[in-house]
């Protein structure tokens, strides 16, 4: 059974930068396609980034593109979300997810989709 475990959040001023990990155990990374969600306080699980098995498919969300960039280090199994430039509008708890499905682009950003999450971390900005 694959497990999620992240770790790296925290709290940070606007402006600043943080690097969420999440380390995959009981399978291979490399096999999966891999998301990053975030939930707020009274809002809906939302989509930041997510690519493709092979990465040929890559979605940014509006909100952190150009901030915020999706890396994998495949030999540590281990996935990582480096946010830069964090705003009041980021806090959150920050979620890893795989799945194990070769999703379209249509559908890549759907929670649905993703078979293993992790248990999420939380991320606070301060003004």
């Known amino acids: 059974q694959v497990q999620l475990v992240e770790s790296g959040g925290g709290l940070v001023q606007a402006g600043g930068s943080l690097r969420l990990s999440c380390e995959v155990s009981?399978?291979?990374?490399?096999?999966?396609?891999t998301a990053w969600f975030r939930q707020a306080p009274g809002k809906e699980r939302e989509c930041v980034t997510a690519f493709s098995r092979q990465n040929h498919r890559q979605y940014y969300s509006n909100f952190v593109k150009g901030r915020f960039t999706l890396s994998k280090d495949n030999a540590k199994n281990t996935l990582y979300l480096q946010m830069n430039n964090l705003k009041p509008a980021d806090p959150a708890v920050y979620y890893c997810?795989?799945?194990?499905?070769?999703?379209?682009?249509?559908?890549?950003?759907?929670?649905?989709?993703?078979?293993?999450w992790g248990q999420g971390t939380q991320v606070t900005v301060s003004s």
């Open positions: 009981g399978g291979t990374l490399s096999s999966y396609g």
């Open positions: 997810a795989v799945t194990s499905r070769n999703p379209i682009y249509g559908v890549i950003a759907t929670p649905a989709v993703y078979d293993s």
